[in-house]
């Protein structure tokens, strides 16, 4: 009997303990898992702090740059950013504080890429445009690259670097294509507007596929800019020169402009190309 009793007690005393351990533990664990998270935060507010100052001093080296032509605050902050942007879910950030710094965020049609840009402080009458491109894969990897580094050819028809207004996914494989459409100005009378396609095949990232078919002739891009002639409205050519893409019918529409002895100039008429087969004809 005393026996039973003992080991009775000694079940209830061991029951609690074990409860009690366990208790602890799991509070441990919550304890941590807490500590992580507050890390996480603390790691991702000091990273955004540090590209916060990055970007004012972006902003305010633009009269050393009109002094003595130095660009390093934005080369520092373009690398800073790009490392930010591809770090683990960094896709779920819009950067929203950058906002103040002037730098806005487009987001393509199928939610899979993102161009953050802005105005270069080094900026003159021809608009520098910097985009910085971030594409997550089918596996979550993320990836950021600078769209104008991939400009391989300098001589390009215009300024490489328009503000984009529209990104759109378009059915092509084994590749991931994207039409990138937008606008710029070459100077203050001569604005532009452009169609760009962005080829993504695995960690490749190009704008050098001939994808438009003109007649016989396949371009790159699609290109058109026009002369603003004494007491036009600059806002009202620009819209007239804006490239127009319906994803549904895969049309895309562009202004025709004519060379004149006096400057290229937008004759009112538009023409067409349809997508098919992997190109625009």
């Not at 683990?88 to 906002?99: V, Y």
């Not at 215009?158 to 984009?164: E, I, K, N």
């Amino acid at each position: 009997m005393k026996i039973a009793g003992i080991l009775f007690f000694s079940s209830i005393f061991l029951f609690f303990s074990c409860g009690a351990k366990h208790e602890d533990k799991r509070q441990s664990t919550a304890y941590n898992a807490d500590s992580v998270i507050q890390d996480n935060k603390s790691i991702k507010n000091t990273e955004t702090d540090s590209l916060e100052k990055l970007a004012a001093k972006m902003v305010a080296s633009r009269e050393s740059y009109l002094n003595d032509g130095d660009t390093k605050a934005e080369e520092i902050f373009i690398k800073a950013f790009i490392s930010a942007l591809e770090k683990p879910n960094a896709f779920e950030n819009d950067f929203a504080s950058l906002k103040a710094y002037e730098i806005n965020v487009l987001i393509a049609d199928d939610k899979n890429l993102k161009v953050f840009y802005w105005l270069s402080p080094y900026s003159g009458s021809m608009w520098h445009v910097q985009n910085i491109v971030q594409y997550k894969n089918e596996n979550n990897v993320l990836t950021a690259i600078s769209f104008n580094n991939l400009y391989k050819d300098k001589d390009d028809e215009g300024s490489p670097t328009p503000f984009f207004e529209h990104i759109y996914s378009l059915d092509t494989a084994p590749q991931k294509t994207y039409l990138f459409m937008g606008y710029g100005q070459m100077s203050g009378t001569e604005p532009y507007s452009v169609s760009h396609t962005l080829v993504i095949n695995h960690s490749e990232f190009s704008i050098e596929k001939p994808l438009f078919k003109l007649g016989k002739v396949v371009k790159t891009q699609l290109f058109a800019s026009a002369d603003l002639k004494e007491g036009e409205d600059k806002e009202k050519l620009t819209a007239q020169l804006a490239m127009k893409y319906n994803p549904k019918d895969k049309i895309i529409s562009y202004p025709e402009v004519n060379e004149t002895k006096n400057g290229a100039v937008f004759n009112g008429k538009r023409n067409v190309l349809t997508f098919r087969d992997g190109m625009f004809r």
